[in-house]
């Protein structure tokens, strides 16, 4: 069922709030590494800290296009939102809903290297690349590892893809594009082993000189781009809002918790890759992989029509 619009306010609240929960948890396990106890309002205080920070600039920089590259990290996570269904109800319902998707991930691509070009700094710019090398290699595997529902349902559109998996989730039969879709989120959200363009040996990279309100607002949208991501995964291939006993929507918060809890405690259990290495991994072996699943789900749909 398709909602007014005046509902994206509760759904950008709700995607505010995964967000929240995604750092709140992350800085929770960074204490608990160091022996300390708290962290849930690690959040607050260190957008409080950037708030009250002097925004700083660098010699000859391209401001426009380094606001559009930050400030477009923070509003391109809620455009994905708005084909995600909670339960019964979703903002808009496009016969592309997946396509919608695709060409909002792709976008981190220009945002990202916009941010490291416009500062006008060697490190900043080492660092775009650094993410262009990875999305080389991950975002093809993530195109295919999208298309493997879509074949099972016979339709681009997301609601047509939660209502293909009455009685059985697809990430059962498509465990491959499941794991690859995750590593693509990874990916687009500049997170985990996609980091190198965020890395310390090229002081901070893509980070190097962004501060105040910039640096917050690009943080900020790499954890609504992981907390979309993880949502969008449970349409996908967990069955949407199906479940006993609660109403869809909750079933629906509930699993992209799930989904978001795993991808932040793996951040901590793979380490980075570089990006030569990783192309290696994504188009040998993710790429194969992906399209195999591809066919066999492909075998398994015309075997039952």
């Known amino acids: 069922m398709t909602i007014p619009v005046g509902w994206a306010v509760l759904a950008g609240i709700l995607l505010c709030a995964l967000a929240y929960f995604a750092?709140?948890?992350?800085?929770?396990?960074?204490?608990?590494?160091?022996?300390?106890?708290?962290?849930?309002?690690?959040?607050?205080?260190?957008?409080?800290?950037?708030?009250?920070?002097?925004?700083?600039?660098?010699?000859a920089a391209d401001t426009l296009l380094w606001r559009i590259g930050g400030a477009g990290m923070?509003?391109?996570?809620?455009?994905m939102v708005a084909v995600i269904p909670m339960g019964r109800w979703v903002l808009a319902d496009p016969d592309v809903g997946i396509v919608?998707?695709?060409?909002?991930?792709?976008?981190?691509?220009?945002?990202?290297?916009?941010?490291?070009?416009?500062?006008?700094?060697?490190?900043?710019?080492?660092?775009?690349?650094?993410?262009?090398?990875?999305?080389?290699?991950?975002?093809?595997?993530?195109?295919?590892?999208?298309?493997?529902?879509?074949?099972?349902?016979?339709?681009?559109?997301?609601?047509?893809?939660v209502a293909a998996q009455?009685?059985?989730?697809?990430?059962?039969?498509?465990?491959?594009?499941?794991?690859?879709?995750?590593?693509?989120?990874?990916?687009?959200?500049?997170?985990?082993?996609?980091?190198?363009a965020l890395a310390p040996d090229i002081a901070g990279g893509v980070l190097a000189e962004l501060s105040a309100v910039d640096r917050l607002v690009f943080q900020a949208g790499r954890y609504?781009?992981?907390?979309?991501?993880?949502a969008f995964s449970v349409p996908l291939f967990l069955g949407g809002g199906a479940g006993p006993v609660m109403p869809g929507w909750a079933w629906m918060l509930a699993k992209t918790v799930v989904v978001l809890a795993v991808l932040v405690w793996l951040r901590r259990k793979i380490p980075l890759?570089?990006?030569?290495?990783?192309?290696?991994?994504?188009?040998?072996?993710?790429?194969?992989a992906a399209v195999l699943q591809d066919l066999l789900v492909s075998l398994i749909v015309i075997r039952g029509g």
Request: overall charge positive.
């Open 23 to 59: 750092v709140a948890l992350d800085a929770v396990l960074s204490a608990r590494e160091h022996g300390l106890g708290g962290g849930w309002a690690a959040p607050l205080s260190r957008t409080a800290r950037l708030l009250r920070q002097r925004r700083r600039t660098t010699v």
């Open 273 to 288: 890759v570089r990006p030569d290495r990783f192309m290696e991994i994504g188009w040998m072996v993710l790429l194969p």
């Open 74 to 79: 923070f509003v391109a996570a809620f455009l």
């Open 100 to 161: 919608w998707f695709n060409v909002v991930d792709v976008m981190v691509w220009a945002l990202v290297w916009l941010t490291g070009w416009g500062a006008n700094s060697t490190h900043s710019l080492v660092g775009g690349y650094r993410f262009l090398a990875h999305g080389l290699a991950y975002e093809l595997p993530l195109m295919f590892a999208l298309v493997a529902p879509a074949i099972a349902a016979g339709s681009l559109g997301v609601g047509d893809v």
């Open 224 to 230: 609504l781009f992981l907390a979309a991501g993880a």
């Open 166 to 196: 009455d009685g059985l989730w697809f990430v059962v039969w498509m465990p491959v594009a499941f794991v690859i879709y995750l590593v693509g989120v990874t990916g687009f959200s500049v997170w985990g082993p996609f980091a190198p």
